[in-house]
């Protein structure tokens, strides 16, 4: 098992059950590449999410908007894009929306508007993190 998924200060019991890593398999990654399409890799179908960018290949850029790809991709799976996409999409962020290291929130509260609607971004292990908050 991926050592990434044993980090967190949860029992050792949770981390064996067998539906452990169904938390990180619907994660779904918005890609662009340099034609400007957009894409979405879907973990279930193309790899493990840490393997994105060596089968970015595999993903099939056909939308041709942000928000046309985040409404696709948004449906019964955790959505995740990039901070560089972040920036290009919804601009330089605010201090307030930097955590301590300069970035972007923390995975818990990434979100962002954009033309009235609310985007949120999560990893697949969202939920782990949550658990290991309330632990």
């Not at 890609?31 to 973990?43: E, P, Q, R, T, V």
């Not at 019964?76 to 290009?88: K, L, P, Q, T």
């Not at 962020?93 to 290291?101: F, G, H, Q, V």
């Not at 033309?115 to 949550?130: A, E, T």
């Amino acid at each position: 098992m991926e050592e990434k998924f044993l980090n967190y200060d949860i029992p050792n019991f949770v981390k064996e059950l067998p539906n452990y890593l169904k938390l990180f398999e619907k994660e779904r990654i918005i890609l662009k590449n340099n034609y400007d399409k957009w894409g979405i890799y879907f973990s279930e179908e193309l790899g493990h999410p840490l393997e994105y960018k060596e089968n970015s290949g595999k993903v099939d850029y056909i939308y041709d908007s942000f928000l046309e790809v985040y409404s696709q991709a948004d449906n019964d799976g955790e959505v995740w894009f990039s901070d560089e996409i972040a920036h290009e999409v919804f601009g330089e962020p605010e201090d307030e929306d930097l955590n301590e290291k300069g970035e972007f929130g923390s995975l818990s509260d990434d979100f962002f508007w954009a033309k009235y609607q609310l985007i949120f971004r999560h990893h697949g292990d969202y939920n782990v993190k949550n658990l290991e908050n309330e632990y």
